[in-house]
């Protein structure tokens, strides 16, 4: 009882800054460092998060299921 299913996103090594993510979706993500970096976990079902995540050259960007123990 009292697990979780969160969805979190990740920006993973393929990242190369191209700020494509940060365009499109400037709710979720920001360039820090020159990389990407997700600035928010909140309101995951955007359209805008969708073509982030598919617009991505690399394939960086993954939305993924976390299970989390209350």
């Known amino acids: ?3 979780l299913y969160m969805k979190k996103i ?3 090594e393929n990242c190369i800054g191209c700020g494509m993510c940060v365009a499109i979706d400037p709710e979720h993500f920001d360039i820090i460092d020159g990389l990407s970096c997700v600035i928010s976990e909140k ?3 955007t359209a805008e ?4 995540i598919t ?3 690399t394939s960086a960007i993954v ?4 299970k989390e123990k209350e």
């Open 55 to 57: 617009s991505c050259p």
């Open 43 to 45: 309101n995951l079902d």
């Open 49 to 52: 998060l969708e073509n982030a």
């Open 63 to 66: 939305l993924d299921d976390e």
């Open 1 to 3: 009882e009292g697990e």
């Open 10 to 12: 990740t920006v993973n």
